[in-house]
């Protein structure tokens, strides 16, 4: 199952390189998980899909299963699940045959809704993104997550693991980067014609707004801010490639600003991987704020990259197991910031990656101690004896109050976020505080009393 054509492609790798074992027939069940999928192209209908086609003996829509529903609101009633698995072997053609599934986001829907339906089928997660390297989102059926083997996922930080679905003990296995790089080397010549933009500093666009983590004027503001940055660091030639489902506006914006720094801005209309940019275009700098691709920039093509704006979203992220947080933590330790002029040219990286691996699962338990409680003592050492300036950013006072964990309330107070009788008379108190609030808000009385 791919949503994507990234994930397509981390697919294709890993079938290249023969991370699968025999199958008398593959199918890739492609879904539009966007918001409108009637007005966005669709995985198949990509520029370049027909390159990882060869890979697959069909190709089925899982929009076109579940219409009129949105692949991402639906799933299956519990008592539905035996009609819906035999309607979907009838309607692929799959009859009884014994079936495997590799799908991505397993913790979301779809991909948990295809797992549900097939209740016996053994499950291979595979990450195309930063994601992974975090904890699980939300607690997963055992039913369900019980039956995944293992977790296929690119090496984009070197030596560091996953954290994604470890409660169930799934091992971490790596697509090959050689493999993937020679996949994406297929999509090179893919798509219409690119601007003639000699070696320019490429912008990345995440559509942050529709996520909800920042406002749209907050988030033209962070483009902005990404332009200045190249600009700052001797970039006239400036290539925007905008999220595909971004308004129009985003582009607006960034235009009159670029006419007030005296660059040369072009935009991007082509729906293309940023992965075909770096090898058509060879950018001599790439600037984004969490994006994969600054990842992918950095370590699969040897590209100068900067990333604008995680340390605004590592307080703004909410709430604070927010799934974006160890994809921010992760390219704010180890990425340079545009005023770090020197960083940026050498491409010299932060953290090391002990340490990057320690504040992740220390950043990993804070986000979702219910379901990596085994890693308490571990994000207990580590705060004690790590805390300080630089790693405080990613952490804050009120989720290591909340927790007990060292760096919250000072040591002796220490007892009381544990202490039964204080949090019960903080729900009182809280409770008391929004009943006044309800009365104050309360309209006056009218007519005789």
């Known amino acids: 199952m791919a949503s994507t054509l990234y994930g397509t492609a981390t697919l294709a790798a890993a079938l290249d390189s023969g991370c699968f074992a025999p199958a008398d027939r593959r199918i890739l069940l492609v879904s539009n998980n966007a918001v409108t999928p009637e007005t966005t192209p669709s995985v198949d209908e990509m520029p370049g899909f027909e390159r990882l086609r060869s890979r697959f003996d069909d190709v089925v829509s899982w929009n076109d299963a579940v219409f009129p529903f949105h692949p991402g609101g639906w799933e299956p009633r519990l008592d539905d699940v035996p009609l819906w698995e035999r309607y979907l072997r009838l309607a692929w053609g799959v009859g009884d045959d014994d079936v495997s599934l590799a799908v991505e986001s ?55 693991r996953p954290l994604l679905l470890t409660e169930f003990g799934v091992a971490s296995e790596v697509v090959p980067t050689p493999a993937f790089t020679k996949v994406l080397a297929e999509l090179v010549d893919t798509g219409a014609a690119l601007p003639d933009v000699e070696e320019p500093a490429l912008l990345l666009g995440q559509y942050l707004s529709a996520l909800r983590i920042l406002s749209v004027e907050e988030e033209e503001d962070l483009h902005v801010r990404m332009l200045k940055g190249a600009v700052e660091l001797g970039h006239t030639r400036v290539l925007f490639k905008p999220h595909p489902t971004a308004p129009a506006r985003f582009t607006r914006t960034l235009e009159r600003a670029a006419e007030r720094l005296g660059a040369d801005l072009t935009v991007l209309d082509t729906p293309l991987l940023a992965e075909v940019l770096y090898q058509r275009m060879r950018p001599a700098l790439v600037v984004g704020c969490f994006s994969t691709a600054l990842l992918t920039a950095s370590e699969l093509y040897g590209l100068p990259v900067a990333r604008v704006g995680t340390d605004t979203l590592l307080k703004r992220l909410t709430p604070y197991e927010n799934s974006n947080r160890v994809p921010v933590t992760i390219v704010h330790a180890l990425l340079p910031a545009p005023d770090d002029r020197a960083a940026v040219a050498e491409r010299r990286g932060g953290m090391d990656t002990e340490a990057l691996a320690g504040l992740v699962r220390a950043v990993g338990f804070a986000m979702q101690p219910k379901i990596l409680p085994e890693l308490r003592d571990e994000t207990e050492r580590y705060l004690s004896t790590r805390l300080d300036d630089g790693t405080r950013t990613y952490f804050t006072k009120k989720r290591l109050t909340s927790l007990g964990l060292p760096g919250g309330v000072p040591a002796q107070l220490g007892f009381l976020p544990r202490n039964a009788t204080v949090r019960r008379v903080a729900r009182t108190a809280r409770s008391l505080r929004r009943a006044v609030a309800r009365r104050r808000a309360a309209p006056a009385p009218t007519g005789e009393q």
């Open 106 to 160: 397993l913790q979301v829907h779809p991909a948990l809704g295809v797992a549900q339906i097939f209740t016996d089928a053994p499950v291979t997660v595979y990450a195309d993104g930063l994601m992974s390297y975090g904890p699980t989102r939300n607690k997963i059926d055992p039913l369900v997550g019980t039956r995944v083997e293992r977790l296929l996922h690119l090496d984009l930080v070197p030596g560091l």
